[in-house]
């Protein structure tokens, strides 16, 4: 497993933007974003292949609920993520946590089977 450590949450009124980080210690083949709010489930947020031995090299997948207004990214080098947030909705708000796997994310489960960070939290406020 690695250790993640992740950055950037904080507090924006709607329509507002934030943008996390998550650096890897190691090496990764995924990595990605989930969330969960008070009382509800734990949700995928988004993901990318961050392995450049990977046939999906750079693929990303969002939630429905997201798409169109989050952006995922890779910074190789540094073994970092970021999720950029925009158009922030009050039901936004919940815990962030980052993931990471040295296998395939082909589902959620599987990306959320190996290594997680100690989570960060936005909140949107109306």
């Known amino acids: 497993q690695v250790q993640l450590v992740e950055s950037g949450g904080g507090s924006v009124q709607a329509g507002g933007s934030l943008r996390l980080s998550c650096a890897a210690s190691?090496?990764?083949?995924?990595m990605g974003w989930f969330r969960q709010a008070p009382g509800k489930e734990r949700e995928g947020v988004a993901r990318?292949?961050?392995?450049?031995?990977?046939?999906?090299?750079?693929?990303?997948y969002y939630a429905d609920s997201v798409k169109g207004r989050f952006t995922i990214s890779q910074e190789n080098a540094k073994n970092t993520v970021f999720l950029q947030m925009n158009s922030l909705k009050p039901e936004d708000t919940a815990m962030y946590y980052c993931?990471?796997?040295?296998?395939?994310?082909?589902?959620?489960?599987?990306?959320?089977?190996?290594?997680w960070g100690q989570g960060t939290q936005v909140t949107v406020s109306s």
């Open positions: 993931a990471a796997t040295a296998s395939a994310c082909n589902t959620w489960s599987q990306l959320a089977d190996n290594s």
């Open positions: 190691g090496y990764t083949y995924c």
């Open positions: 990318i292949y961050t392995s450049s031995t990977s046939a999906f090299y750079a693929d990303t």
